[in-house]
């Protein structure tokens, strides 16, 4: 069935042990040797491998070769996460005014910058008009007439795209699925005739440049993805002939990775079968189309290093109490998300033994992992935790007033 193929110029990505992999006992990221970040240890610290990234969104490139990639920077807005990914090509994807100045400082000009979300404020939006950003994806009618009142005062047009919600189910975690009608995102297709007289109305200040849908992430099964195109193709095709300025396509973000296990030829085929679903549902529109990932750039690139405070000893658990917490990385607590863990240096000659990993937060939801199977461990020792690029320190808290996890670029 697929005809496309991947072929993998960046052979960082075909060796699976060029990031995480231990070397004579211990474990290094990438070139890096972690435990030689740990010299004057202080508190959590994040560590991103910026090759990594560039390698990611390369082979991105390469597969999805027609595509604009703007990157989902909520995923991880570090400077020179950014910086990288905006040399190396990339446009943003924006959900707040915050994240345009961030994008502005890492290099993006506003002709980069796509600016969606739920709840933009007049003052978020009157400052994506007055960069003249390249779109702004339009969630509710309200918000609609919102920016064709704040552009009709700039006597300007906005540059607008239709974000669609078209009540397609991707069976992923319900905090993370976009595309139901139960979500707050997007507009629904029966809403489409008072959509369109809004536009007519509004014709002096807002100009229809595209469509866009994003159905959620971690997206592993493609069939509801190849629904939503499917669904929307012929709606854009009707709203063409009405609005010819309609010239874009956004297929938004999700396409998942896996935490579970270290396999990115699994990945590397997932994005090949997007890539054909993408070409094969939307290369008759003749239009750009426009590509939002985020997890699957960056997802990979960064671990959390920790630090064992205690060993905890019960008769019912045994509690690795370290001084990370859900106020770093709230993935586990918010979504039981899956994250690997591993000793920073390895003892073979220890046993192996099950520990709930625990932060030291005051909330039982503030643990990293359960019944999770480690060598044996002592206070004052490293773990890592894997996988914490996305959705990491972008999405940390002050709860409790712990120190803040510091962040480290390799
Ligand atoms: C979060 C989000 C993305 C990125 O999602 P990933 O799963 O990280 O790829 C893209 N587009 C929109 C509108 C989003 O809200």
């Given at each position: 069935?697929?005809?496309?193929?991947?072929?993998?110029?960046?052979?960082?990505?075909?060796?699976?042990?060029?990031?995480?992999?231990?070397?004579?006992?211990?474990?290094?990221?990438?070139?890096?040797?972690?435990?030689?970040?740990?010299?004057?240890y202080?508190?959590p610290?994040?560590?991103?491998?910026?090759?990594?990234?560039?390698?990611?969104?390369?082979?991105?490139?390469q597969?999805?070769k027609?595509?604009?990639?703007?990157?989902?920077?909520?995923?991880?807005?570090?400077?020179?996460?950014?910086?990288?990914?905006q040399?190396?090509?990339?446009g943003?994807d924006?959900?707040?005014?915050g994240?345009?100045?961030?994008?502005?400082?890492?290099?993006?000009?506003?002709?980069?910058i796509?600016?969606?979300?739920?709840g933009?404020?007049?003052?978020?939006?009157?400052?994506?008009?007055?960069?003249?950003?390249?779109?702004?994806?339009v969630e509710?009618?309200?918000?609609m007439?919102?920016?064709?009142?704040?552009?009709?005062?700039?006597?300007?047009k906005?540059q607008?795209?239709?974000?669609?919600?078209?009540?397609?189910?991707?069976?992923?975690?319900?905090?993370?699925?976009?595309?139901?009608?139960?979500?707050?995102?997007?507009?629904?297709?029966?809403?489409?005739?008072?959509?369109?007289?809004?536009?007519?109305?509004?014709?002096?200040?807002?100009?229809?440049?595209?469509?866009?849908?994003?159905?959620?992430?971690?997206?592993?099964?493609?069939?509801?993805?190849?629904?939503?195109?499917?669904?929307?193709?012929?709606?854009?095709?009707?709203?063409?002939?009405?609005?010819?300025?309609?010239q874009?396509f956004?297929?938004?973000?999700?396409?998942?990775?896996?935490?579970d296990?270290m396999?990115?030829e699994?990945?590397n085929?997932?994005?090949a079968?997007?890539?054909?679903?993408?070409?094969h549902?939307?290369?008759?529109?003749?239009?750009e189309?426009?590509?939002?990932?985020?997890?699957?750039?960056?997802?990979?690139?960064g671990?959390?290093?920790?630090?064992?405070?205690?060993?905890?000893?019960?008769?019912?658990?045994?509690?690795?109490v370290?001084?990370?917490?859900?106020?770093?990385?709230?993935?586990?607590?918010?979504y039981?998300?899956?994250?690997?863990?591993?000793?920073?240096?390895?003892?073979?000659?220890?046993?192996?033994?099950?520990?709930?990993?625990?932060?030291?937060?005051?909330?039982?939801?503030?643990?990293?992992?359960?019944?999770?199977?480690?060598?044996?461990?002592k206070?004052?020792?490293?773990?890592?935790?894997?996988?914490?690029?996305?959705?990491?320190?972008?999405?940390?808290?002050?709860?409790?007033?712990?120190?803040?996890?510091?962040?480290?670029c390799?």
């Open positions: 069935m697929l005809q496309f193929r991947v072929t993998l110029s960046h052979t960082l990505l075909m060796n699976q042990n060029a990031f995480l992999h231990y070397k004579e006992f211990e474990l290094y990221f990438g070139e890096k040797k972690l435990s030689d970040l740990t010299k004057d202080q508190q610290v994040y560590v991103y491998d910026l090759k990594f990234i560039v390698a990611r969104l390369k082979l991105m490139q597969v999805l027609k595509n604009k990639i703007f990157y989902a920077m909520k995923a991880n807005s570090h400077l020179d996460v950014m910086r990288t990914l040399k190396n090509g990339a943003a924006v959900v707040s005014a994240e345009i100045e961030r994008a502005l400082q890492s290099g993006f000009k506003p002709e980069d796509v600016f969606s979300g739920v933009k404020t007049e003052k978020e939006i009157n400052r994506a008009l007055e960069l003249k950003i390249y779109q702004i994806n509710s009618m309200p918000e007439q919102r920016i064709a009142k704040l552009a009709k005062a700039k006597e300007m906005a607008i795209a239709l974000r669609l919600n078209p009540n397609i189910d991707i069976k992923t975690h319900p905090y993370i699925a976009t595309g139901l009608h139960e979500n707050k995102f997007g507009m629904e297709l029966s809403a489409l005739e008072q959509i369109q007289t809004l536009l007519q109305e509004h014709k002096d200040s807002l100009e229809l440049v595209g469509l866009s849908l994003h159905l959620g992430s971690q997206m592993h099964n493609l069939s509801g993805f190849r629904d939503g195109l499917k669904l929307l193709k012929p709606v854009y095709l009707n709203l063409k002939q009405k609005f010819p300025t309609l874009r956004d297929v938004g973000g999700g396409l998942g990775i896996f935490y296990e396999n990115l699994k990945e085929s997932l994005l079968h997007y890539a054909e679903i993408i070409d549902e939307l290369k008759d529109l003749n239009c189309i426009q590509s939002e990932p985020g997890r699957w750039l960056v997802g990979h690139a671990v959390l290093l920790t630090q064992i405070q205690y060993v905890k000893d019960t008769p019912y658990r045994t509690f690795l370290v001084d990370a917490g859900m106020n770093h990385l709230i993935r586990p607590s918010l039981d998300a899956y994250h690997g863990i591993f000793p920073m240096k390895q003892d073979p000659k220890r046993a192996h033994k099950a520990y709930d990993v625990v932060g030291p937060i005051c909330e039982s939801s503030d643990f990293f992992a359960k019944d999770r199977k480690l060598q044996e461990s206070q004052d020792e490293f773990l890592v935790i894997a996988d914490a690029g996305a959705y990491g320190f972008s999405m940390a808290s002050h709860y409790n007033l712990k120190d803040e996890a510091k962040e480290i390799i």
